[in-house]
């Protein structure tokens, strides 16, 4: 018979509920579909091209409750940042920022070297990001032909762009700038 000590216990026990809470973010499947559509529309980001861009979104997720969503549309090197919500149970709790980040790093997982995105609310937090703000028209011909850049998003939202490697690490981001994060 074996005995564990009460620290290898309360060691398995701290490893287990980190596993548990600490978020992951996922590719989303068919069956997030009705899920990431309704979050979509409540939050009044495009969503008529979701369907055929299901392949693009991601789904956080702490333990099985999906408590964030967003996407990155890929075209080589370049990226289209996009959708990023955070269920508001869990707004105003720093997950917004830490979606961003595990969807920035994502990014640089898939290579590539420059992301944009379209926002009319979330400039501040962007740059905090570093992202910097850029004419729309200065875009990538593949950055501007897909649908969100060219149908969805109107002419008066903010176009942003970051390049990678990124020089400097992710700063802190105050929370007064992610606590309701809902766009871009």
Same mark, same amino acid.
């Given at each position: 018979?074996?005995v564990l000590c009460s620290s290898a216990i309360n060691g398995m026990l701290r490893m287990t509920t980190k596993q548990i809470t600490e978020p992951r973010l996922q590719?989303?499947?068919?069956?997030?579909?009705?899920?990431?559509?309704?979050?979509?529309?409540?939050?009044?980001?495009?969503?008529?091209? &979701?369907?055929?861009?299901?392949?693009?979104?991601?789904?956080?997720?702490?333990?099985? /409750?999906?408590? $964030?969503?967003?996407? #990155? *549309?890929?075209?080589?090197?370049?990226?289209?940042?996009?959708?990023?919500?955070?269920?508001?149970?869990?707004?105003?709790?720093?997950?917004?920022?830490?979606?961003?980040?595990?969807?920035?790093?994502?990014?640089?997982?898939?290579? &590539?070297?420059?992301?944009?995105?379209?926002?009319?609310?979330?400039?501040?937090?962007? /740059?905090?990001? $570093?992202?910097?703000? #850029? *004419?729309?028209?200065?875009?990538?011909?593949?950055?501007?032909?897909?649908?969100?850049?060219?149908?969805?998003?109107?002419?008066?939202?903010?176009?942003?762009?970051?390049?990678y490697p990124h020089e400097k690490p992710l700063p802190e981001i105050p929370e007064d700038l992610a606590s309701d994060f809902t766009g871009p």
């Amino acid at each position: 018979m074996s005995v564990l000590c009460s620290s290898a216990i309360n060691g398995m026990l701290r490893m287990t509920t980190k596993q548990i809470t600490e978020p992951r973010l996922q590719p989303a499947t068919p069956n997030d579909l009705p899920l990431i559509l309704r979050w979509l529309q409540e939050n009044h980001l495009p969503s008529s091209d &979701i369907p055929t861009r299901l392949n693009a979104i991601f789904l956080y997720r702490i333990g099985a /409750e999906v408590v $964030g969503l967003g996407g #990155i *549309e890929q075209f080589d090197a370049y990226g289209l940042l996009r959708s990023v919500v955070v269920a508001p149970p869990f707004r105003g709790k720093g997950l917004g920022k830490r979606l961003c980040r595990a969807l920035l790093h994502q990014a640089d997982q898939q290579g &590539i070297r420059e992301l944009y995105l379209l926002t009319e609310t979330a400039e501040r937090l962007f /740059e905090k990001l $570093g992202f910097q703000t #850029i *004419e729309r028209r200065t875009a990538p011909p593949e950055i501007q032909k897909t649908t969100e850049f060219s149908q969805l998003c109107p002419a008066v939202a903010t176009c942003m762009k970051r390049v990678y490697p990124h020089e400097k690490p992710l700063p802190e981001i105050p929370e007064d700038l992610a606590s309701d994060f809902t766009g871009p």
